[in-house]
T-cell receptor, first 114, second 112 residues
């Protein structure tokens, strides 16, 4: 199906475990983003990518790792999950054009770290 | 700290009334966008206004931008129960590689 998908939609893990959240988009958008959403904080940017093999830190990158070997995929890994990383994670994508800056969001992954 | 700050944090109105949400920001922007989020869902883009524009319309939505005051407003006219959602402003920073900085949002409840 066309669009942007995230998996899993729900995940419960234990403190210290490694977790990878997947994001896939079918539009061949250049830009991809990972956000976390916590009550009272809106969305905060974790990492973003301008193209395959180009990634950069956002506002809250500590404890997270990303990679972008293919344009369509942008996985987010929590190397050693902590309770403070309990959140809803959203992936988004955007075209690379001066005329279009809208971001398209996936449905989110609700992650609980126990 | 957040770039965009929405006001009010929550708004409760009756169907048919207009809803106005405000957003203030701190630094120079390239564009300002408004997104809607229904409960348990991802964000959906509503409207984008560029830094050289002052007003924009899309259906029942009207957005204004005042760069001298670093503020924007979103007006939803003739609200419907289906407009119940959280609304976020997001600022695109000049040279920011399409990055957006989101505010904490306004929760709108429209009662039948």
């Amino acid at each position: 199906d066309a669009g942007i998908t995230q998996s899993p939609r729900y995940k419960i893990t234990e403190t210290g475990r490694q977790v990878t959240l997947m994001c896939h988009q079918t539009w061949s958008h250049s830009y991809m983003f990972w956000y976390r959403q916590d009550l009272g904080h809106g969305l905060r940017l974790i990492y973003y990518s301008a193209a395959a093999d180009i990634t950069d830190k956002g506002e809250v990158p500590d404890g997270y790792v990303v990679s972008r070997s293919k344009t369509e995929n942008f996985p987010l890994t929590l190397e050693s999950a902590t309770r403070s990383q309990t959140s809803v994670y959203f992936c988004a994508s955007s075209e690379r054009t001066a005329l279009s800056y809208e971001q398209y969001f996936g449905p989110g992954t609700r992650l609980t770290v126990t | 700290s957040q770039q965009g700050e929405e006001d009010p944090q929550a708004l409760s109105i009756q169907e048919g009334e207009n809803a106005t949400m405000n957003c203030s920001y701190k630094t120079s922007i390239n564009n300002l966008q408004w997104y809607r989020q229904n409960s348990g869902r991802g964000l959906v883009h509503l409207i984008l206004i560029r830094s050289n524009e002052r007003e924009k319309h899309s259906g029942r939505l009207r957005v204004t931008l005042d760069t001298s005051k670093k503020s924007s407003s979103l007006l939803i006219t003739a609200s419907r129960a289906a407009d119940t959602a959280s609304y976020f402003c997001a600022t695109g920073i000049s040279g920011g590689y399409n990055k957006l900085i989101f505010g904490a949002g306004t929760r709108l409840a429209v009662h039948p």
